[in-house]
């Protein structure tokens, strides 16, 4: 039972929240007497009852089930800095301003780190006008294709999402300097400087 909730860090969320047992009781929908019984393991909380705990107590259910809280040292938060998670099973794209703890479908998911483009993956940049015209030569098949391109500059972000059977290719306003970001679903994530 390692990876369950211990009553020891819901005891020590609590009172950091500062919070009474009834008072994280009341906001749970429990008893004082449950809340008790958890910290001083003589009980564990339902699996029911995880999220509105981590509510409660202001943390994730990761969080609570690990008793580390994550710190946000990105006070910045700097679009360039950019980090992107594809979830393996859904296949959503979450885009953060820095590194995070990012689950999605009960994964914690791993950063993509960008590569420099290669033979296989290069991003091609052309000045159409007032737009940028991004394509890549790359397969666009059901089981080999791009999943997003993504254009970061300092102050916006711009995704385009894609899809196997259509074009590796999209148009993006020119803003200033920044950075191309492509995803391949079976090799990962290419960046180049624009």
Known sequence: MSSYVTGSVI???????KLTQRELSDAIGVSDKAISKWETGRGLPDSALLDPLAKALGVSIA?????????????????LRSKFYVCPVCGNVIHTMGEGMISCCGITLPVLEGEAMDDDHTIQIERVENEHYITLHHPMTKSHYISFIAYVTSNKIEMVKLYPEGAAETRFLIRGHGLIYCYCNQHGLVQTRI
Do not use: D, P
Not at 11 to 17: C, D, V
């Open 11 to 17: 005891k020590k969320l609590r009172e950091e929240k």
């Open 63 to 79: 969080e609570l089930l690990t008793g580390e809280c994550v710190k946000n040292n990105n006070v910045a938060s700097n679009l």
